[in-house]
């Protein structure tokens, strides 16, 4: 099966219709698929839902699609670096499900899986927990969280080879990993591919198997979300 594409927007074509669902790895601006997202605002895909643990910043990462109007609803824990992400929340134009972060990284992990839903007691007694089925188990209360599946992942590795076996390179692993088998198809970005038999089968985070398209991004600019600095302390 030929799974390397020479470009987001040709390894995406066929999979982008208005109204579908997106699951996207990364965290912040830290291992996200950026130059899938880029192919996605391209090609004008609209009324998307999109499960992300937030949208980047304002003009980064999905944060791009939101500032074209293409997102009608996110489903994400983090929202509080994107000032555009907020004003749309706020004046109604973007529909959002707020999710604790491991409970979301569950979620995906457990649509991957085949598993439809799940109990946990995270977000009882808040408003996440508000509309959901509560369960008693051993005394302590539980709510029901869905899985996710979507129609298309979008995830961003480190390395991987022809065959698709594919490594993340430390926190850049975060949600990219679940979020890669909770969908019909897996697209995946990565900053070199090499040959088959060159990755350390130890090493594979996410097998080949869930990688339908492939493609080289490099290179990439590695962007910084709040650049923190301070004066250098002279030597006495």
Request: hydrophobic share 35%; glycine share 12%.
């Amino acid at each position: 099966m030929q799974k390397i594409y020479p470009d987001a927007a040709t390894a995406l074509d066929g999979l982008l219709f208005d109204g579908m669902h997106i699951c996207a790895g990364g965290f912040g601006l830290c291992g996200i698929p950026e130059r899938l997202i880029d192919a996605i605002r391209d090609a004008g895909t609209k009324d998307l839902t999109i499960a992300s643990n937030n949208a980047g910043i304002d003009g980064e990462g999905l944060g791009k699609l939101l500032r074209t109007k293409q997102v009608k609803k996110m489903i994400s824990s983090y929202v509080g670096e994107n000032k555009e992400f907020e004003r749309q929340f706020l004046a109604e134009e973007l529909e959002v499900e707020f999710c604790p972060q491991g409970t979301l990284a569950e979620r995906c992990r457990a649509g991957g899986a085949g598993i439809p839903g799940f109990y946990t007691k995270t977000g009882v007694g808040t408003v996440v927990a508000e509309g959901k089925e509560h369960k008693e188990f051993d005394g302590e209360t539980y709510i029901l969280e869905r899985g996710i599946f979507a129609d298309l992942c979008i995830i961003k590795g480190w390395k991987a080879d022809k065959s698709g076996n594919l490594v993340f390179r430390k926190t850049a692993r975060n949600f990219n990993q679940p979020m890669a088998t909770a969908g019909k198809i897996c697209v995946a970005e990565v900053e070199e591919i090499v040959e088959v038999g060159e990755l350390d089968p130890d090493c594979i985070h996410l097998p080949g198997i869930y990688v339908k398209r492939l493609i080289d991004g490099s290179p990439y600019d590695k962007k910084i979300e709040f650049e923190t600095t301070r004066e250098r302390e002279l030597s006495q």
